[in-house]
């Protein structure tokens, strides 16, 4: 159980951290809620396309208003949806900055249900009558999600204060039908060619498989167990859960006590002399936890294979001596074993300043690489972390310029550029060390993240050295040193062969670019532009036959116009307007493709 001497005195009072949560009876989708999301998405990617084809219609629509009007959406939406947004933000390789910073800032607040509804739950679950179970069980939850919602109660047998998660009554129901109409978007978009670095069916089973994890408690109660075991070697304590009273649909665990970071930061923002107080108090040095929390990041990452994914600052808490507890481990990762040892291999190369090595390691992380010579690519991304290296090193620069986050998105913005996807699982663990980012903001915000980086390498090795000499392990440490010191060479050869591949076909697409290319480019160009036009008036023309929206034109020569156009009706006119703008999307594809092409010669050096 956790220490009573660890937890620290308050930071803000009880009042500010309480949040009042409404109640309401838990119903299924309405009727018309399948339209409402048809309408908003085809209108977010109708009003996109005419952007490209109308730059000055796209003045007030950049990516910044785009993504408030979608996490609006989505919130409202609530549920899936909130996965599915925060899922797109990870996706800076194909968005803008501002965009995935927005969008990452969709938070999973929801109604609560009766409480009626939460006993029969649990009383089904555990067979048990509810008074049975708990000494003591309030009326109102303590927080509301769109998977369930938590109670603060105390347990019997033993005589301790949980948390008690129960999962929503139509949970079920209502992400059967949710999942069913994105699967359904997916397909379209897929089908369309819509943003094809997307890999809209990759993101369905991501987003699937993120929910079935979420809605079986029994699977956060293992996370739990294992994580505890885990991160007591770090020095972070994790509640300890009750697998008697654990089921799929009803989670009990440890209440645990601390000041949360999301408070602290609020604070800290507010009254520094505040915190600076509270800290002396409690015996706290902020860098040094902060530290903690990297290094154990990292070691979840590499050597356990086990990482919380969602270290945002509500999942945080201070304790006293810089000690650390961490709560939800409803959301989880691990990479394959593959796909793990490259990250090591890559995060080494950081840690040596050795980007170039770097960079030919991270381009054998995405699943499929574009059929061109990326020898340009790696450069950039060679340039990229020397500009961070001199960054981090100067302390009195702003933290958001040396930030993980910053070199992430400048890392993705030059792989999407050149038309790589990244890899799903790569993602979640970049999203894991981001929403740490948040809280290191505050606690340390002088760091020297390659140092650091160092420094936890150090400290990995002299592990699997000390691992190497128990004669317990001795065997098994003794085939894993044969497989790393092998691992070198298969990596070597496996960039040099694609090395050779990429040469290849840089070579089969090399070439300039002819007259007759450039006046492709033109025609195209100007075909877009007439086909988003001819779109635009089929819509209009679908309105007024609907609708009659043009009827103060009547008399006038668009009014002869009018009426010698077929009355398809506006459904059909809207189908038709869509398949133009769908051509017009084609085109500028072409067109796009056209003036990237540029005179170059294949390198036929190595790196």
């Known amino acids: 159980m956790q220490k009573k001497s660890l937890i620290p005195t308050p930071l803000v009072p009880p009042s500010q951290s309480t949040k009042t949560i409404d109640i309401v009876e838990p119903a299924l989708p309405g009727r018309f809620r399948f339209f409402a999301m048809l309408f908003f998405i085809y209108g977010m990617i109708i009003r996109s396309y ?13 990516p910044l208003e785009k993504a408030r009007k979608l996490r609006s959406f989505m919130e409202k939406m609530g549920g899936l949806w909130v996965k599915a947004g925060q899922i797109i933000a990870l996706r800076s390789d194909l968005f803008e900055e501002s965009f995935c910073a927005e969008m990452a800032k969709l938070q999973d607040r929801a109604q609560g249900f009766p409480l009626h509804y939460a006993k029969k739950t649990i009383e089904s679950e555990l067979g048990k009558p509810l008074e049975e179970v708990f000494s003591e069980f309030p009326d109102k939850p303590l927080a509301a999600a769109s998977i369930g919602q938590t109670y603060r109660a105390r347990l019997r047998h033993p005589d301790v204060e949980v948390v008690v998660k129960v999962r929503r009554p139509t949970i079920e129901d209502n992400f059967k039908v949710d999942l069913g109409y994105l699967r359904k978007y997916c397909w379209f978009l897929t089908r369309i060619n819509f943003m094809p670095n997307f890999r809209w069916e990759e993101m369905y089973w991501e987003l699937e498989s993120a929910i079935l994890e979420e809605l079986d408690y029994r699977q956060e109660a293992a996370s739990l167990r294992r994580m505890k075991k885990n991160l007591r070697r770090h020095k972070i304590y994790v509640p300890e859960v009750f697998l008697e009273y654990c089921t799929d649909r009803v989670l009990v665990m ?75 481990f409803g959301s989880v990762g691990s990479t394959d074993k593959t796909q793990l040892k490259r990250y090591m291999f890559s995060y080494k190369a950081l840690a040596e300043r050795d980007f170039r090595k ?104 002299e592990r699997q050295r000390k691992a ?44 300039y670019v002819s007259k007759a290319s450039q006046i492709s480019l033109f025609l195209f160009q100007w075909m877009a532009r007439g086909m988003g036009i001819f779109s635009v008036a089929f819509m209009i023309l679908a309105a007024h036959q609907r609708y009659n929206v043009l009827r103060r034109f009547d008399g006038t020569w668009l009014s002869s116009i009018l009426a010698k156009m077929p009355q398809l009706g506006g459904l059909v006119w809207f189908s038709i307007a869509l398949a133009v703008l769908y051509a017009s999307r084609e085109f500028i594809v072409i067109s796009n493709i056209l003036a990237r092409a540029e005179p ?8």
């Open 254 to 328: 440890e209440m645990v006590s601390g000041v949360y970071m999301s408070d602290y930061i609020r604070v800290a923002s507010n009254d520094p002399e505040r915190v600076n107080e509270w800290l002396r108090e409690n015996d706290i040095n902020a860098y040094r936890a902060g530290e903690r929390l990297l290094l154990s990041h990292y070691r979840q990452l590499f050597e356990e294979n086990i990482y919380h994914c969602d270290l945002h600052p509500g999942n945080i808490l201070l304790m006293r001596k810089s000690q650390i507890t961490l709560i939800d």
């Open 468 to 511: 190497a000499t128990s004669t317990k392990l001795i065997r098994t440490q003794a085939a894993r040193i044969s497989e790393q010191v092998d691992l070198p060479n298969k990596l070597a050869e496996t960039i040099y062969f694609e090395g050779e591949h990429l040469r290849k076909k840089a070579l089969k697409y090399g070439g």
């Open 358 to 461: 770097f960079a030919e390691i991270y381009l054998l992380l995405p699943p499929a690489l574009p059929n061109t010579d990326l020898s340009e690519v790696k450069e950039e991304i060679v340039k990229l972390f020397r500009g961070f290296e001199q960054k981090v090193r100067i302390k009195s620069l702003p933290y958001h310029e040396k930030a993980v986050a910053k070199a992430s998105g400048d890392l993705a913005k030059i792989v999407g550029d050149a038309g790589i996807s990244a890899a799903w699982d790569f993602l979640r663990s970049t999203r894991a060390q981001l929403t740490l980012d948040a809280s290191l903001a505050f606690l340390m915000p002088k760091v020297d993240y390659l140092k650091l980086l160092k420094k936890y390498m150090r400290q990995m090795n």
């Open 50 to 62: 005419l952007g490209r084809v109308f730059p000055r219609l796209n003045r007030n629509f950049g």
């Open 600 to 607: 170059s010669r294949p390198s036929g050096s190595g790196r």
